[in-house]
């Protein structure tokens, strides 16, 4: 059967889980983030996706576009919590499995031919089994990459089920055409439109030495190779590593500090929730940087003292940021926790001053509460969080 990888991307996930809590919000145009000029949209309904809103967006274009939206704070920990609940099933359906984000993970199926001979009927029933669990849709695409599979679960979003052929990508790609392929932004679309290039066919007739010379080694490549359906890899090897991360894609493209700051935060605060419920402490924040050219920075820090709560990551984090962030507009950031090793080990826990020790129990509650539901939010937090 050859390789076979699932890309399970929940449906606007933020808005769902606050559909799901509050019924009254269903089929109504709904924005998570608080009104102002100096928050965005987390993320939003389909119903308000209708009028142009999307995730990023400042809230006051938001508002402009759909003036009757809902606007309601986001609530993390809510969505952490479920989201823990939907990776837990993912994961127990196959050993290859690699959480992106907080709402998508891959599997890897690969040689699972006695278990799940027909994987299209294998995704159903994953569908199937996560909605009679948490209420929530999920969108899976089915291909012989995870390129190809990220691009087929947003083929039919909501709720959708799309599978790619192996041999039939570059068909694929040709029915998605190039204004929709991952990691094609407004500047590199119209840097290629400038040179008359509006179709993944008429990219193709560029070869890669071509591609490289006008617009740079990395951007050439990539280029080349997502015009053919061959996976870039952008994904390989990261299940690999022990850490915690979670990274957040932008269309279009953001910019400034107030926005990246807000996804920071809330990145912050779910990795360090993830941290918690593991029982596991990180010695190193790190950041990720992909701007609309396809350059990507990296850039992490181990401090001296322990990092114990989220307010510490996002500090650590918002810093690197400011130190590297170049201006432009940015596709794609992510936050990894690294350095991993036990935080309830009696003695790690001599390491933390009392006012620490303080602030980790404080976070551990909060983690405790939010799995019963509650909206506790940390005071320092609301301003971003609001956000």
């Known amino acids: 059967m050859g390789e076979v990888f699932f890309h399970i991307d929940l449906d606007a996930f933020f808005a769902s889980v606050e559909m799901l809590d509050h019924p009254e919000y269903r089929n109504k145009p709904l924005i998570i ?12 309904s389909y119903e308000a996706r209708k009028y142009g809103v999307h995730s990023a967006m400042p809230m006051t274009t938001a508002l402009r576009l759909c003036p009757d939206a809902i606007c309601i704070p986001g609530r993390m920990k809510r969505y952490s919590e479920m989201s823990k609940k939907v990776m ?60 190809i599979a990220k691009l087929a679960s947003d083929y039919r979003k909501p709720d959708g089920l799309t599978i790619v052929p192996a041999g039939k990508e570059e068909l694929f790609v040709d029915t998605v055409g190039l ?37 740079g080694e990395s951007s050439g490549e990539y280029l080349y ?35 990246l700051d807000s996804s920071l935060l809330e990145m912050s605060q779910e990795v360090m929730f993830r941290a918690l419920d593991e029982k ?34 996002f500090e650590l984090a918002r810093s690197l940021l ?25 003695e790690q826990r001599d390491l933390f001053s009392e006012k620490e020790e303080k602030e980790r129990k404080l976070e551990k509650t909060i983690l405790s509460l939010s799995h019963k539901g509650s909206k506790l939010v940390k005071a320092r937090n609301l301003d971003y969080t609001d956000g």
Request: glycine share 12%.
């Open 88 to 147: 837990g099933i993912i994961k127990s359906f196959a050993p290859g499995f690699l959480q992106v984000s907080v709402d998508e993970a891959f599997l890897d199926l690969t040689g699972m031919e006695r278990i799940y001979p027909l994987p299209g009927k294998a995704a159903r029933k994953l569908k199937e089994q996560i909605c009679s669990e948490t209420g929530l849709t999920v969108s899976i695409g089915v291909a012989a990459s995870r390129f």
């Open 179 to 215: 204004r929709k392929l991952w990691g094609i932004g407004d500047s590199t679309l119209r840097n290629l439109e400038k040179r008359g290039i509006s179709s993944t066919e008429t990219l193709r007739k560029y070869s890669l030495q071509e591609l490289t010379r006008l617009f």
């Open 33 to 44: 983030g608080t009104p102002g000029p100096r928050h965005v949209a987390s993320t939003c």
């Open 225 to 259: 190779r997502i015009a053919r359906g061959i996976d870039p890899g952008i994904y390989q090897g990261e299940a690999k590593s022990r850490s915690i991360s979670t990274e957040k894609t932008f269309y279009p493209d953001i910019y400034g500090y107030d926005a």
């Open 280 to 313: 596991k402490v990180p010695r190193t924040v790190g950041i990720k940087l992909r701007y609309g050219d396809f350059s990507t920075i990296s850039a992490q820090t181990t401090p001296s003292r322990p990092i114990y709560s989220s307010g510490d990551v």
């Open 322 to 346: 400011h130190e590297r962030y170049s201006g432009d507009g940015v596709r794609l950031i992510g936050v990894v926790l690294s350095g991993i090793y036990d935080g309830e080990d009696v």
